[in-house]
């Protein structure tokens, strides 16, 4: 694969070409040449885009797909396709599948379906058998399979000794435990953030304590046994306070927010739209604005879309009886660039790569290509025809974006839009 980029801007800090619009000349997957103006060549593939920008290739820590055993709402291969017309060359894959993803072999199984892909999917392996926070799964023959975290997704780890094993048995092999903060006593029955708007509209509240004191307690437990520990989808105030003082004591703490906690409040779910169904629940402006100085001061780490594909059947109901989650890799980088700009968006969903181990690549001679496409400009509003997923549930569609995303080059592919 030979490819030359024309007229490529790069937003790149760690590249010496930063900030600086240059050709770039591709070689087998290899950057072979960055120059002011290449002479194109016969056996080269020349792509000319409009405000061509380009990065290091993005990075999602929080996706799910149906397959194996939901594929109705999104299989790997057409999931992964989406990732990469969404800008995402490396995404992390929950395993909230039929069955959990709790073993070697399951991890295995979605290597195995992603091979030959320009996005590399890396698995997250269940932190206990069938994510039922019981008994802790087989971590370390995961980790051997492929799995780069262990954790059960939107599941809070109820027993604190399960925990601190965990954090204890995964440094023997440099493991990386994700706790995901509701603490499910205090969050009851509610399925909103508990506020005004809750008792406005009639629907139970999760107050933020929920959260908080979920974050406290896995704080602590760090503390004691000195692991390594990733909080994800962080939404409140408090909870950025308490991880900004953990990283000031030097604990090996990561975090993440969502695009949707970043952008909308607890205010859109005055239509009932099952779309705004997500956990953590939407909070309020002061808790994004909180979020907001957590990414400005490197608090939190990376922001993900929390990309979670449910079907018709369970979206289209009763607000009480809906499932959570929405879709978002297609509307990421073009809600993000809107909210934070341009060079922050762009650290924000590079840079969780070193907190699970993967590589980056800089956009400089000799190395592997490993590239997103975009362009910065051009607001828009986002509609259902640019949901590429299966399943349509976004919380996104009517909403404002900036920019476009073009596609990708990585492991020795491209895919365009």
């Not at 990469?84 to 979605?110: E, R, W, Y």
């Amino acid at each position: 694969m030979n490819l030359l980029l024309k007229a490529a801007t790069v937003i790149d800090p760690e590249s010496p070409f930063h900030n600086k619009t240059v050709d770039i000349l591709i070689k087998d997957g290899v950057i072979s040449n960055i120059d002011t103006s290449i002479q194109s060549a016969a056996d080269q593939k020349e792509i000319l885009l409009n405000n061509l920008h380009v990065s290091q290739g993005w990075f999602d820590s929080s996706v799910s797909f149906g397959e194996p055993g939901y594929e109705e709402r999104e299989t790997i291969i057409h999931g992964l396709q989406v990732a990469a017309k969404s800008g995402f060359t490396a995404i992390a894959v929950q395993p909230n599948t039929l069955p959990i993803v709790d073993t070697s072999t399951s991890i295995a199984f979605l290597k195995g379906k992603s091979l030959d892909n320009a996005v590399s999917l890396h698995p997250i392996g269940s932190l206990t058998i069938q994510s039922k926070g019981v008994d802790m799964a087989e971590l370390f023959d995961m980790k051997q399979a492929g799995a780069i975290a262990f954790g059960d997704y939107k599941k809070a780890i109820k027993n604190p000794n399960l925990l601190k094993i965990a954090l204890l048995y995964a440094q023997n092999f440099d493991g990386l435990v994700i706790s995901f903060p509701q603490e499910n006593e205090i969050a009851g029955k509610g399925i909103v953030n508990e506020e005004e708007q809750s008792t406005l509209l009639g629907l139970k509240g999760i107050p933020a304590l929920a959260e908080e004191l979920q974050i406290a307690r896995d704080l602590f437990l760090l503390e004691y046994t000195k692991g390594k520990l990733h909080i994800p989808t962080i939404t409140t105030e408090k909870s950025v306070d308490l991880i900004r003082k953990a990283k000031e004591k030097g604990l090996q703490v990561s975090c993440s927010t969502t695009a949707h906690h970043l952008t909308l409040t607890d205010k859109e779910l005055i239509t009932f739209d099952t779309n705004y169904k997500v956990l953590p629940p939407l909070r309020t402006q002061k808790d994004i604005n909180a979020l907001l100085e957590g990414i400005a001061d490197g608090t939190i780490d990376m922001v993900t879309a929390d990309h979670q594909p449910i079907d018709v059947e369970h979206k289209k109901v009763e607000f009480d009886n809906a499932s959570y989650g929405t879709i978002g890799l297609e509307s990421a980088f073009g809600v993000l660039n809107n909210t934070i700009g341009l060079e922050k968006t762009i650290d924000v969903l590079t840079k969780g790569k070193s907190v699970f181990g993967i590589e980056n690549k800089s956009i400089t001679v000799g190395t592997t290509a490993d590239i997103t496409l975009f362009t910065p400009k051009g607001n828009a509003t986002f509609e259902k025809e640019h949901i590429l997923s299966t399943s349509k549930n976004s919380a996104f569609v009517g909403k404002t974006i900036l920019g476009n995303t073009y596609g990708i080059i990585s492991n020795g592919k491209i895919v365009l839009k």
